[in-house]
């Protein structure tokens, strides 16, 4: 009993500081000394799936305490989606994989007496909704609670990472204005580098993981998070053609996803024929688990970016002179690229921000 406990507390302790392969490692001397101990396992999966590191496929354990099974299952449900390529029947499955996020992360609100948890759930829940394109009750579900202790740097790191991809949707006003989000996200990683046994690096997969535009949005903006820069390569980079990675990308693909990572509502995708083949090899396995993408359009960040000052508006020009944002015709939005052409000229500082926003909210 003693040596289990111990193991699993030094594995929590690691996991908050985004030590995620040394969290692993203090449960596997316990492990080996009894193979045979469900709430070792369990512990160990509710690690692996909180880390995005338990495939979707796999068979959970439910033997934990009740906070710990719905954490769990949370994690798991999150894999689950984010393995499905978000077009045609997929996105109807991934849309009600979320709700069933939503259900079982009910028990956060109604049970969860720790901080630690409650601030978990409260990212769960925001999560959910912002990728049901419900930003707006993302920010309600956000709101109230206490504040993350120093050392939670994983609490941190995701509720930070959330308030950056408010930032990405039609929002007019921010539940906390973007220097601010941008500095607290900031911190985490600061403090991360300082706090004995804490893994930078770690904490940048985790964000990289649930939250990939704003792991790309740390990569570009003025005074980036250097553990970000290898998430530019998620980027789609448009002419008159789009690639992710070296892989052709359909140009509707590019306006639907678009649409997707700026949470306004999609027009539909025909994904038959050489679509769909091509929308399949975006899929990858990391870790012995299926990831779709994650292919990210550049216009979410751009929108982002233009909530800043002047150096945002020079970061945005680049990039978008870096990447491209829409290729040219046959994308079968014609509304979307009428967007873009509003956000063209924000991004040039003619037009106001409320204008590229107001924009978004019409689409």
Same mark, same amino acid.
Do not use: C
């Given at each position: 009993?003693?040596?289990?406990?111990?193991?699993?507390?030094?594995?929590? %302790?690691?996991?908050?500081?985004?030590?995620?392969?040394?969290?692993?490692? &203090?449960?596997?001397?316990?492990?080996?000394?009894?193979?045979?101990?469900?709430?070792?396992?369990?512990?160990?999966?509710?690690?692996?799936?909180?880390? %995005?590191?338990?495939?979707?496929?796999?068979?959970?354990?439910?033997?934990?305490?009740?906070?710990?099974? @719905?954490?769990?299952?949370? %994690?798991?449900?999150?894999?689950?989606?984010?393995?499905?390529?978000?077009?045609?029947?997929?996105?109807?499955?991934?849309?009600?994989?979320?709700?069933?996020?939503?259900?079982?992360?009910?028990?956060?609100?109604?049970?969860?007496?720790?901080?630690?948890?409650?601030?978990?759930?409260? @990212?769960?829940?925001?999560?959910?909704?912002?990728?049901?394109?419900?930003?707006?009750?993302?920010?309600?579900?956000?709101?109230?609670?206490?504040?993350?202790?120093?050392?939670?740097?994983?609490?941190?790191?995701?509720?930070?990472?959330?308030?950056?991809?408010?930032?990405?949707?039609?929002?007019?006003?921010?539940?906390?204005?973007?220097?601010?989000?941008?500095?607290?996200?900031?911190?985490?990683?600061?403090?991360?580098?300082?706090?004995?046994?804490?893994?930078?690096?770690?904490?940048?997969?985790?964000?990289?993981?649930?939250?990939?535009?704003?792991?790309?949005?740390?990569?570009?903006?003025?005074?980036?998070?250097?553990?970000?820069?290898?998430?530019?390569?998620?980027?789609?980079?448009? &002419?008159?053609?789009?690639?992710?990675?070296?892989?052709?990308?359909?140009?509707? *693909?590019?306006?639907?996803?678009?649409?997707?990572?700026?949470?306004?509502?999609?027009?539909?995708? &025909?994904?038959?024929?050489?679509?769909?083949?091509?929308?399949?090899?975006?899929?990858?396995?990391?870790?012995?688990?299926?990831?779709?993408?994650?292919?990210?359009?550049?216009?979410?960040? *751009?929108?982002?970016?233009?909530?800043?000052?002047?150096?945002?508006?020079?970061?945005?020009?680049?990039?978008?002179?870096?990447?491209?944002?829409?290729?040219?015709?046959?994308?079968?939005?014609?509304?979307?690229?009428?967007?873009?052409?509003?956000?063209?000229?924000?991004?040039?500082?003619?037009?106001?921000?409320?204008?590229?926003?107001?924009?978004?909210?019409?689409?």
């Amino acid at each position: 009993m003693q040596v289990r406990m111990s193991a699993i507390n030094l594995a929590n %302790g690691l996991m908050n500081l985004g030590a995620f392969d040394s969290a692993l490692e &203090s449960l596997r001397p316990a492990l080996n000394a009894q193979p045979d101990n469900a709430l070792l396992w369990a512990h160990t999966q509710w690690v692996q799936a909180l880390y %995005g590191r338990l495939a979707a496929d796999e068979q959970i354990r439910r033997d934990g305490p009740a906070q710990q099974v @719905w954490q769990l299952e949370a %994690g798991h449900l999150f894999a689950a989606a984010e393995s499905l390529p978000p077009a045609g029947k997929a996105l109807a499955q991934r849309e009600q994989v979320l709700r069933e996020v939503l259900a079982i992360s009910e028990q956060s609100v109604l049970r969860d007496i720790f901080d630690s948890d409650q601030l978990f759930g409260r @990212w769960v829940r925001g999560r959910a909704r912002l990728l049901l394109g419900e930003y707006g009750v993302a920010v309600q579900e956000l709101a109230g609670g206490t504040q993350a202790q120093a050392e939670d740097l994983f609490n941190r790191a995701l509720l930070a990472a959330l308030d950056l991809e408010l930032a990405m949707t039609p929002l007019d006003k921010l539940r906390l204005p973007l220097h601010e989000a941008e500095q607290r996200f900031r911190a985490v990683f600061e403090d991360a580098r300082t706090i004995p046994y804490a893994d930078p690096e770690g904490l940048a997969a985790l964000v990289g993981r649930w939250h990939p535009q704003a792991a790309v949005y740390a990569a570009l903006m003025p005074q980036p998070v250097l553990e970000f820069l290898p998430a530019l390569d998620l980027i789609l980079r448009v &002419s008159n053609r789009a690639s992710w990675r070296g892989q052709a990308v359909p140009a509707p *693909l590019v306006a639907h996803l678009t649409r997707l990572g700026l949470r306004v509502p999609t027009i539909g995708l &025909s994904v038959g024929g050489n679509v769909a083949y091509q929308i399949a090899r975006l899929g990858r396995e990391e870790n012995g688990v299926k990831i779709w993408g994650p292919v990210l359009p550049l216009l979410p960040m *751009l929108v982002a970016l233009a909530r800043g000052g002047p150096d945002h508006l020079t970061t945005a020009r680049r990039a978008w002179k870096d990447f491209g944002v829409l290729p040219t015709g046959n994308h079968n939005d014609p509304a979307l690229a009428d967007v873009v052409e509003v956000w063209r000229v924000v991004v040039d500082g003619q037009r106001p921000l409320a204008d590229g926003l107001r924009a978004l909210q019409d689409l």
